[in-house]
């Protein structure tokens, strides 16, 4: 487990850096921008990324606050308890989840809605008005195509997620020395690279969304409703008494389980 350590201990490191905390919020405006403009020009290429059907996109992004919230909540636990076995500590924390989760399902379905409300149904072939179908999937189920104003749902949650991901991992700069079994600090090693690795797909899904998916407004507010989504949690309502709060960072302590 040497190298995973050291994989662990370079993450740690590198998300330890002022200028890579304070400036990978801007990263995702800047790549919507630059991917955009990109885009409109057409000067890249088609790859395989630019399939909707490439094995990242289905398998990941098409489930991607499932594999956010399958990594993230045993990481929560196993590293929040560390600090603090408390139970209203640890239901604190959890809130944290739940709290995200309602702000990925508002979001969400409001671009749904908002693409429905200002769409029409369209015959593929000859793109003549089907009015008998007013909403999305009831067009799609019939064969038809839908054009309405699609706020990218991807631009939204890629971006979200991966800021919502590296906050709630921070607390692992302050775990070098906890007083961890071999068992737990194995498991949380592997869950931290995991989520790790997870960034690091989002990343590039939502830099291939930029370059090869969407106008660039639909873009660009899907971004800034995301960004939206992180500064406003923790950046503002976390730092207030009433709030899950931000995650611990100071060295834990030896602490006597509370029930």
Known sequence: MAAMDVIVDNLVTLWRIPAVRHNFPWLFLLVSLVGSAVKE????????????????????????????????TPFLLLSNS???????????????????????????????????????????????????????????????????YDISGHSFILTYS???????????????????????????????????????IWVWMFACTSVYFHDPSHKLLGTVFGLLGWYMTYRVWYLKPLSPGLPPQSQPKEQKQHT
Do not use: H
């Not at 490439?54 to 991607?64: A, C, D, E, G, H």
């Not at 969400?108 to 029409?120: H, K, L, R, V």
């Open 41 to 72: 020009l057409e000067v890249v290429p088609q790859t395989y990324f630019s399939s909707r059907r490439n094995i990242l996109n289905v398998y990941f992004v098409k489930v991607s606050w499932g594999w956010t919230l399958l990594l993230l």
């Open 82 to 148: 560390s600090f603090s076995r408390s139970v209203s500590f640890l239901g604190q924390r959890l809130l944290s989840l739940l709290v995200a989760t309602t702000i990925w399902y508002i979001f969400t379905q409001t671009f749904f809605y908002i693409e429905d409300a200002t769409g029409s149904c369209f015959q593929t072939d000859t793109m003549e008005v089907v009015k008998e179908f007013v909403s999305k999937a009831g067009c799609r189920k019939a064969g038809f195509s839908w054009q309405g």
């Open 162 to 200: 991966a800021l919502f991901i590296v906050e709630e991992t921070a607390p692992m700069a302050s775990l070098k020395t906890a007083n961890l079994s071999v068992l737990q600090r194995m498991v949380l090693n592997l869950l931290y690279v995991a989520l790790n690795l997870i960034v690091i």
